[in-house]
């Protein structure tokens, strides 16, 4: 998938305000698809006869900077958090194209987890459970 293709999605709009450590307060209005229906086309495999199996996938997503956030499935997931969280291919009527998609979390007061120029968006739930 590429930016080109996130506005053949269902668009959503947010109007965030969150803080840089390095240059304050931002607002921006941002335009893409939610995060939630992307990956969730990719249809991930959940298992139906465990009870609640997506409660244990998570979603890595990684910027051409290195930076990297992690999300839980429930935190974005209709059924359970259903945080809207944007796979923004707009920022402030400007589109993306060039710089990436970018990962926007309208209820976070911090940015931290604001990724740009997204690369990669990795959905797993296949890890050790602990002992």
Not at 19 to 25: D, L
Request: proline share 10%; hydrophobic share 40%.
């Amino acid at each position: 998938m590429t930016v080109a293709d996130l506005p053949t999605w269902p668009q959503h709009t947010a109007e965030v305000s969150f803080e840089c450590s390095t240059s304050g307060i931002q607002y921006h209005r941002f335009t893409g698809p939610l995060l939630h229906d992307v990956p969730a086309a990719a249809a991930p495999e959940f298992d139906p006869a465990r009870r609640k199996d997506r409660l244990r996938f998570l979603i890595s997503v990684t910027g051409a900077d290195g930076h990297h956030a992690l999300l839980s499935w429930a935190e974005i997931d209709p059924d359970f958090g259903r945080a809207p969280v944007l796979l923004a291919a707009g920022v402030d009527d400007t589109p993306l194209d060039r710089a990436g998609p970018q990962l926007v979390l309208p209820q976070d007061r911090c940015g931290a987890r604001y990724i740009s120029g997204i690369t990669a968006i990795r959905v797993d739930g296949d890890y050790p459970a602990p002992t």
